[in-house]
C-alpha cells in the first residue's frame, strides 16, 4: 500500500465554492484595511526583519527615528506589528506619545502582535496586507530584512516606477547591509539596461536621521488634510 498522502481532486462545484470563499475574504480584508488606513490619514511605514534583536543597532536606530517623526512631525508609524524592527519603531511611537499601528500577518510561527500597537488589524492574505501598508504613507523607511522586506521593498519601488502609487520618499537605512543591492542595481541592472539610470533616484541610501526626518516633513500628504503641528 502506498504510504503517500492520497489526494482526491476537488469537484468542478468544490472548486466554485472555494473560490467564492476566498473572494469573500479578500474583499473583507481590503474594505476592513482601507477603513484602517483612512482613520490614520498621515503616517511613516517601517519595513525590516522579524528577526532582529531588540538591542541590536538597526532597532535601536528604527526605535530612535519612529520617536522623532512622531514628536517633530506628529505623523502616525505604521508596521507590519510584529517583533524585531517592527516592535522597535512601535515602541518608538508608542513611549513618544503617537499612534502606533500594526497590520500584522497571520503565519504558523514566528508572528506575533508586539506589544506597543494601539491600533491592529490581522491579515490572512499577504497581498491584501501590502496593498494596504503602500496605500497611504508619506514615506516608507525600510531597515534590513529578510525575503518579505526585499518583497515589499521592490513592490513599492515597482509601484513608484510605473505611477502606480505617488512619488514618495523611500529611505533604505543600514549602507553595510543595503550597500551591496545598490551596486548590484547600478552595476547590473543599469548596465544590462534592465532599469533606467534614473531609476535609482527613486529611494535614498542614508543612515543620516536628521536627513530623513526633514526629507519627511517636506514631502507632501498623500491623502488627508495637512494639519499644523
Not at 492574505?125 to 530584512?145: D, L, N, Q, T
Not at 534592465?194 to 516633513?217: A, F, G
Amino acid at each position: 500500500m502506498d504510504k503517500k498522502q492520497q489526494y482526491i481532486p476537488l469537484t468542478l462545484e468544490e472548486i466554485r465554492e472555494a473560490a467564492k470563499s476566498r473572494v469573500h475574504k479578500i474583499t473583507d480584508e481590503f474594505t476592513d484595511g482601507f477603513e484602517f488606513i483612512e482613520n490614520h490619514p498621515r503616517s511613516v511605514t517601517f519595513f525590516g526583519s522579524s528577526m532582529l534583536k531588540n538591542d541590536s543597532e538597526y532597532c535601536q536606530k528604527a526605535e530612535r527615528l519612529a520617536g522623532r517623526i512622531v514628536k517633530e512631525l506628529g505623523y502616525s508609524i505604521l508596521s507590519g506589528g510584529g517583533p524585531g524592527i517592527m516592535e522597535a519603531a512601535n515602541k518608538g511611537a508608542s513611549e513618544n506619545g503617537g499612534h502606533s499601528l500594526g497590520l500584522s500577518i497571520r503565519l504558523p510561527r514566528e508572528q506575533h502582535t508586539n506589544p506597543y500597537v494601539t491600533a491592529n488589524m490581522d491579515f490572512y492574505y499577504f497581498f491584501s496586507r501590502k496593498v494596504c501598508m503602500s496605500f497611504a504613507a508619506e514615506a516608507y523607511i525600510f531597515f534590513p530584512g529578510g525575503f518579505g522586506t526585499m518583497d515589499e521593498f521592490f513592490e513599492i519601488l515597482t509601484l513608484v516606477q510605473t505611477n502606480k502609487i505617488e512619488s514618495v520618499p523611500i529611505f533604505l537605512v543600514g549602507k553595510d547591509f543595503w550597500g551591496p543591492l545598490h551596486d548590484f542595481i547600478i552595476n547590473d541592472l543599469i548596465r544590462h539596461k534592465t532599469v533606467h539610470p534614473q531609476d535609482i533616484d527613486l529611494y535614498r541610501l542614508t543612515d543620516d536621521e536628521d536627513e530623513i526626518v526633514e526629507k519627511i516633513r517636506n514631502a507632501p500628504v498623500r491623502n488627508g488634510i495637512r494639519t499644523r503641528f
